[in-house]
């Protein structure tokens, strides 16, 4: 089966937190990838991050960083000194390489972040 | 270039009637996906194109529904005999493609429809 699980449904945290995004997935490719997206109250999706299955490195583009570890299926996003624009919400995505170009999306991780 | 564009923004429609979404991808994508996103959850996925082609359909695209992409730019997504359950924020995305990459999915501001 391929499936994204954000355990986490809501994080409240104050301004200036460190908060971290869980997500785990599951899938038998043994090629895929995996990406973060936001979606601000406005609604539009946006994209952060795309990461395939061969590059176990972690990222880190500004406040954001990312903790990919194939040993536990986990891709985590950490938002580092928060900030009230950070508040939305923010989903993981699973795109095997079979089964077509589908993307599988997790239920979603809902930030506030309060001034 | 604006990105994906979709249209109308909210769609407020009796059960029994038709509605029908237009999408417009970023211009260089050949790839259109759509997708439905209920509320607390994630997208998920309908359909696919590569350029006019129609390549892949979830089962959760009943009779009911049907995508168009007829000139391989912009498409069109028709639900008939809408019902209540259709409901829901439906999304368009554009990527490119080649080389076997998965080029990441730029999203449209979806269209919100309402069944009455």
């Known amino acids: 089966a391929q499936k994204v699980t954000q355990a986490q449904t809501e994080i409240s945290v104050v301004e200036k937190e460190d908060v971290t995004l869980d997500c785990v997935y599951e899938?038998?490719?043994?090629?895929?990838?995996l990406f973060w997206y936001k979606q601000p109250p406005s609604g539009e999706l946006v994209f952060l991050i795309r990461?395939?299955?061969?590059?176990?490195q972690n990222e880190i583009s500004g406040r954001y960083s990312w903790n990919f570890q194939k040993s536990t299926s986990s891709f985590n996003f950490t938002i580092t000194a928060s900030q009230v624009v950070d508040s939305a919400v923010y989903f993981c995505?699973?795109?095997?390489?079979?089964?077509?170009?589908?993307?599988?999306f997790g239920a979603g991780t809902r930030l506030f972040v309060k001034a | 270039d604006t990105g994906v564009s979709q249209n109308p923004r909210h769609k407020i429609t009796k059960r029994g009637q038709n509605v029908t979404f237009r999408c417009d991808p970023i211009?260089?994508?050949?790839?259109l996906y759509w997708y439905r996103q209920t509320l607390g959850q994630g997208p998920e996925f309908l359909t696919y194109?590569?350029?006019?082609?129609?390549?892949?359909k979830s089962r959760l695209l009943s009779d009911r529904f049907s995508a168009e992409r007829p000139k391989g730019s912009f498409s069109t997504l028709e639900i008939q005999r809408t019902e209540q359950g259709d409901s829901a924020m439906y999304l368009c995305?554009?990527?490119?493609?080649?080389?076997?990459?998965?080029?990441?999915?730029?999203f449209g501001p979806g269209t919100r429809l309402t069944v009455t």
């Open positions: 995305a554009s990527s490119l493609s080649g080389g076997g990459t998965n080029y990441e999915q730029y």
């Open positions: 899938t038998r490719d043994t090629t895929y990838y």
């Open positions: 990461r395939n299955s061969f590059d176990e």
């Open positions: 995505a699973l795109r095997p390489n079979t089964g077509g170009f589908k993307t599988i």
């Open positions: 211009s260089e994508h050949n790839r």
């Open positions: 194109f590569q350029n006019e082609a129609q390549l892949e």
